[in-house]
């Protein structure tokens, strides 16, 4: 029997607060990428519903890539003593999913919980930013904005504050369904209605221009009662 969306969801934020009390200098992403799986497992998913990939792992200047998980090779990059980390976790039970996204901060080779705290005045801004994001997607929504219209309007934001969107998609989230060829995208051209499905994500993944450095979160949304909520 599957597990429903919200414990689904709890399997991946679960597993962000695991690693982050596992992520020190020396290990490699493959370690990390291993670690989020097994862990994701022992909570109760039994699949990883994008491209059978549980946890996908980025560090230093690759946090910028953007890559299909069809094309995703885990790297052998080996976490230094100040770096910045990107995980994006795929739980599955039976055909629900999770998606779930954190860029993680690494200084002085402890991670730092608290944004504010970071020394690094472009990781502090950045991961300040996609909060901002965040805030701005639930400020401006309703079931009745088109995936259109927010991709133009968070798009335009994002370039207002100084950063580019890195998706290789251009897109800013999309659909949860049943099945991964069955999501809509929070793109151009997408005039279906937010109210139209049960779920969706929202995960910008941005930086500043020329910047090796790349920002991610992802949380799902729904609405209940006309207000956006977060799984």
């Known amino acids: 029997m599957s597990l429903d969306y919200s414990d689904v969801q709890k399997i991946a934020k679960e597993t962000i607060r695991f690693i982050k009390t596992k992520i020190c200098p020396g290990m490699t992403l493959k370690e990390?990428?291993?670690?989020?799986?097994?862990?994701?497992?022992?909570?109760?998913?039994?699949?990883?519903?994008?491209?059978?990939?549980?946890?996908?792992?980025?560090?230093?200047?690759?946090?910028?890539?953007s890559v299909s998980g069809?094309?995703?090779?885990?790297?052998?990059?080996?976490?230094?003593?100040?770096d910045i980390i990107t995980i994006d976790l795929s739980p599955q039970s039976g055909d629900t999913w999770g998606d779930y996204a954190r860029t993680i901060i690494i200084e002085n080779g402890r991670v730092v919980n608290?944004?504010?705290?970071?020394?690094?005045n472009e990781w502090r801004n950045g991961l300040l930013m996609e909060k901002k994001l965040h805030d701005k997607m639930t400020q401006i929504v309703s079931e009745d904005m088109t995936f259109e219209d927010l991709y133009y309007?968070?798009?335009?934001?994002?370039?207002?504050?100084?950063?580019?969107?890195?998706?290789?998609?251009?897109?800013?989230?999309?659909?949860?369904?049943?099945?991964?060829?069955?999501?809509?995208?929070?793109?151009?051209?997408?005039?279906?209605?937010?109210?139209?499905?049960?779920?969706?994500?929202?995960?910008?993944?941005?930086?500043?221009?020329?910047?090796?450095?790349?920002?991610?979160?992802?949380?799902?949304?729904?609405?209940?009662?006309?207000?956006?909520?977060?799984?």
């Open 32 to 65: 990390i990428r291993a670690l989020c799986e097994d862990k994701m497992i022992d909570l109760g998913a039994d699949s990883f519903w994008y491209w059978d990939i549980g946890a996908f792992v980025f560090a230093g200047d690759e946090t910028t890539v």
């Open 70 to 82: 069809r094309e995703y090779v885990t790297s052998d990059r080996v976490i230094g003593k100040d």
């Open 114 to 120: 608290e944004i504010e705290d970071i020394s690094n």
């Open 153 to 231: 309007q968070i798009n335009d934001y994002i370039k207002s504050e100084g950063y580019i969107n890195l998706d290789f998609m251009g897109n800013l989230g999309h659909s949860i369904v049943r099945n991964k060829d069955d999501r809509i995208y929070i793109e151009k051209g997408n005039m279906a209605k937010l109210g139209d499905v049960n779920f969706f994500t929202f995960e910008p993944h941005i930086s500043i221009g020329g910047s090796k450095y790349g920002f991610k979160r992802e949380n799902i949304y729904y609405f209940e009662d006309g207000k956006i909520k977060e799984l």
